[in-house]
């Protein structure tokens, strides 16, 4: 997945970048790069965005957004904003996994970030608690019409990635 | 995530927050909050307006947000904070909204239940619920990142070093284990993406540090990080043979058996990885 990244877009966007020593805290504290052996958040943004101008680091969706990278920069550069704005403008343009967009239009047509199914139904039966209906509500793909998503989402598909 | 993979979770949890005199009041129209990890970074407008969404059907009860998970708690904190201050923002998403008849106006809080439970409780509250104290039980705390990062936002504890949760289970009479990868992530988006080899690695070193710090379980609010305990605590299990299991228990479990509920009561046997010195020395109480 290559993500063609200008350092001029980025810095304009993203105005803390231009903060960053390069001190590498953010790297030595990310997990996603520690245990992925696919992500390196020094590769992804210190080196890619700055020097490269494209992200050739594959899964940007291993980081799991747990903001240490935000909570540890001794410089506040606002590093998970940049990963966030990468990860969006992939998805915008199709370059998410499947199961992302799978995900996200699960949640948009049935309200539920995962589908119900009857073992679900029959175990909430048992514990006594309320059951759930299968689709929450229309609300969510009106919302989704309105701001582009389901736009997006149909084109990923008819591209069939 | 509770209400479809772990509603067990959603029963006990509605019992002992019950018993504490916190009415809950059930919103049928609410959605998925939506998840801040793939929704929030795959599309944000449509995560605001469907997380304003949510809020504005609290506010039209005149009822703050109680949730039992991390991520919930980011996101819906996360838009009410930010179209609170943001008014451009907080205008777009309200024209969006309005197509579907709601308006967000910022006017409630929203809170995790750990939160309320400290905030809203007290330590002193709990301890008088307390029935049946986890007395010499070590309990690893995990109180996970979306829960604490960023700080500003979430407003519930120091991330660098999280001692809410550990005060809330020194309240049930039980001891907190300090462990060397407390504040590690449990890894929930290597499942998201399938990388599970990456998975199995981190949480075979995160349960290792747990294990040799003396935890007989782990604790957490969170539903994703229970998952990656139980169920990814099974997979790691396997692929590294690992020869010892530390049961993962919510919050509210934990605290129903402090309550005098029992383990089955409190949805433990549906859990993948029991552990039988775990349930003697809760059963033994």
Redesign the interface.
Known sequence: MLLPVEYKTVIKRHPSLEKCLKCSVCHQNC??SL????YDLKNIFLFDVFTRGAIDNQ?L????????C??RCPYDVKT?EV??AL??EA??KGL??T???N??EQ??ST???????SF?QT??EK????S??PE??E??K???E??G?NG?LKESKSKGK | MIPIKLPHIESVSRKVLGNLGIELVDIDAFTCCPDPVVFGAADRLTWLTVAARNIALAEEKGLNIITVCNGCSQTLRMTNKTLKSDLELKGKVNKILSEVGYEFLGKIEVKHFLQVLIEDLGVKEIKERVNAPLNDLKVATHVGCHLTNPSEIMEFDDPEDPVVLESLVAALGAETVDYDLKTQCCGVSYAVVGQRKSLNILLRDKLTSMNEAGAQCITTGCPFCFQQFDLGQLLSAKEYGLRFKVPVLFYSQLLGLAMGYTIEEVGYTYHKVRDESFEKKVESR
């Open positions: 997990i996603a245990y992925s052996g696919v899964n969706w291993n980081c799991p957004i747990c903001d240490y935000y909570e998970i990963l966030e990860k969006e998805f915008l998410a996994p199961s992302i967009r995900q996200v949640t948009i309200g539920f970030g995962f589908p119900i199914t679900t175990l909430r514990l006594a608690i309320p759930l209906k929450k509500s609300d969510l009106k919302i989704a309105k701001t998503l997006i």
